[in-house]
């Protein structure tokens, strides 16, 4: 079910991420290939921002992240994951989880190592293996309904594996590992001393209300785990850049030993800012409020595509909603950005080799403003897809 993928060197390709946007703008479409929000942040961060003083506030903080907002994501992690991490010597903050993403797998990946990856997965796993001298290993999943398995990874796993990256809640398949799934992975940890990198930036919208699940509840040995997650999908503000990364205190000094030569420190004020919201009483309340209304709006979408002669599914997590075209997917896309003036992604872009299962499905990024929702159903409906 895995291959090994291609070497460190390999060359550098512009990301779908930069190149779907920009074709997308060139023709006015609506850009739902992105997971990007076209309004927010919540008013409470913005609020927040407003309230940081001048002075020190506005210079460098301490490179694993300013004492405040660590103290209070390990007050927001305890509340939340029902774990207690130590905040000077377990949490770094980073540019965003893409950064705390780059900074754990190169700490823990040398040259000639293996990662698992778990597909589809997001474009920038696969790279930062490479970049850190690895390659990659895929299972490789067709479908939301299909389940990681203990003898599937198993199969996976060779002397040179050190780490497996998952993304749950999972983009883009729109769920979470469930308890067997998560049992597997710990179980991989355990015994070959595999680290499991999660990255969790859509923990807290899970639409169907479910509680969240993560990789600090299911790995018990803090030197095997490392939790990544933002501010960027739980409040809407994508362009802040805060990020985090939580694991045990060796592999927090070596990931910190990575981030203060790689941008050092994320801005200062909005660190602040992102404390002081992770930290007010009516927090639990507001991300609540986001998850039912993300929900709703994610919902009616899909129900809007399947009455344009889409056949798509309403995620369980987050806010992609995949349809299947009914013809191959990358074609479709570039025919709709152009034609129709809509901007989708090919499921195609989230897998190292073809999945015959996933050629004529996209993903729709939902998290936009309903009249831009609207916009897109009008533009599909008038088109003849």
């Given at each position: 079910?895995?291959?090994?993928?291609?070497?460190?060197?390999?060359?550098?390709?512009?990301?779908?991420?930069?190149?779907?946007?920009?074709?997308?703008?060139?023709?006015?479409?609506?850009?739902?290939?992105?997971?990007?929000?076209?309004?927010?942040?919540?008013?409470?961060?913005?609020?927040?921002?407003?309230?940081?003083?001048?002075?020190?506030?506005?210079?460098?903080?301490?490179?694993?992240?300013?004492?405040?907002?660590?103290?209070?994501?390990?007050?927001?992690?305890?509340?939340?994951?029902?774990?207690?991490?130590?905040?000077?010597?377990?949490?770094?903050?980073?540019?965003?989880?893409?950064?705390?993403?780059?900074?754990?797998?190169?700490?823990?990946?040398?040259?000639?190592?293996?990662?698992?990856?778990?597909?589809?997965?997001?474009?920038?796993?696969?790279?930062?293996?490479?970049?850190?001298g690895g390659t990659t290993r895929a299972l490789r999943l067709s479908s939301a309904g299909e389940r990681v398995t203990a003898e599937a990874l198993e199969a996976l796993v060779t002397p040179a594996t050190r780490a497996i990256v998952v993304n749950s809640p999972?983009?883009?398949?729109?769920?979470?590992?469930?308890?067997?799934?998560?049992?597997?992975?710990?179980?991989?940890?355990?015994?070959?001393?595999?680290?499991?990198?999660?990255?969790?930036?859509?923990?807290?919208?899970?639409?169907?209300?479910?509680?969240?699940?993560?990789?600090?509840?299911?790995?018990?040995?803090?030197?095997?785990?490392?939790?990544?997650?933002?501010?960027?999908?739980?409040?809407?503000?994508?362009?802040?850049?805060?990020?985090?990364?939580?694991?045990?205190?060796?592999?927090?000094?070596?990931?910190?030993?990575?981030?203060?030569?790689?941008?050092?420190?994320?801005?200062?004020?909005?660190?602040?800012?992102?404390?002081?919201?992770?930290?007010?009483?009516?927090?639990?309340?507001?991300?609540?409020?986001?998850?039912?209304?993300?929900?709703?709006?994610?919902?009616?979408?899909?129900?809007?595509?399947?009455?344009?002669?889409?056949?798509?599914?309403?995620?369980?997590?987050?806010?992609?909603?995949?349809?299947?075209?009914?013809?191959?997917?990358?074609?479709?896309?570039?025919?709709?950005?152009?034609?129709?003036?809509?901007?989708?992604?090919?499921?195609?872009?989230?897998?190292?080799?073809?999945?015959?299962?996933?050629?004529?499905?996209?993903?729709?990024?939902?998290?936009?403003?309903?009249?831009?929702?609207?916009?897109?159903?009008?533009?599909?409906?008038?088109?003849?897809?």
């Open positions: 079910m895995g291959t090994a993928a291609s070497a460190a060197g390999a060359a550098v390709t512009e990301s779908v991420f930069v190149r779907i946007p920009a074709l997308a703008a060139r023709h006015g479409a609506v850009n739902l290939a992105q997971g990007v929000f076209d309004h927010g942040p919540e008013e409470a961060l913005l609020s927040a921002l407003a309230g940081v003083g001048g002075g020190p506030e506005h210079q460098y903080a301490p490179s694993p992240g300013h004492p405040a907002l660590r103290a209070a994501l390990a007050r927001h992690i305890h509340r939340h994951d029902g774990v207690t991490v130590d905040p000077d010597g377990e949490v770094t903050v980073t540019v965003g989880a893409t950064e705390a993403l780059h900074c754990a797998i190169t700490a823990l990946v040398r040259s000639g190592d293996e990662v698992i990856l778990v597909e589809p997965a997001y474009e920038q796993y696969a790279p930062a293996v490479r970049s850190a999972w983009n883009p398949l729109g769920r979470g590992l469930d308890p067997d799934e998560w049992r597997a992975v710990a179980d991989l940890a355990a015994r070959h001393g595999v680290v499991v990198v999660s990255d969790e930036t859509y923990e807290h919208l899970n639409l169907d209300g479910a509680p969240h699940h993560g990789v600090l509840e299911a790995v018990h040995d803090p030197e095997l785990r490392v939790k990544v997650s933002s501010v960027s999908k739980t409040f809407a503000a994508t362009g802040w850049r805060i990020g985090w990364a939580v694991a045990g205190p060796e592999l927090t000094r070596r990931i910190r030993a990575v981030h203060q030569f790689l941008t050092f420190c994320p801005s200062t004020p909005m660190q602040l800012a992102t404390a002081t919201v992770l930290d007010a009483p009516d927090t639990p309340a507001m991300l609540e409020r986001r998850a039912r209304e993300l929900g709703e709006r994610v919902g009616g979408f899909a129900a809007e595509l399947c009455d344009v002669g889409l056949s798509a599914t309403a995620p369980d997590c987050g806010f992609f909603v995949l349809a299947d075209v009914g013809e191959d997917a990358e074609r479709w896309c570039d025919r709709m950005i152009v034609d129709a003036g809509v901007a989708a992604l090919p499921m195609s872009v989230f897998y190292s080799e073809p999945v015959a299962e996933m050629v004529s499905v996209v993903r729709f990024a939902a998290c936009k403003r309903p009249e831009t929702l609207a916009e897109a159903i009008r533009r599909l409906r008038s088109f003849p897809a």
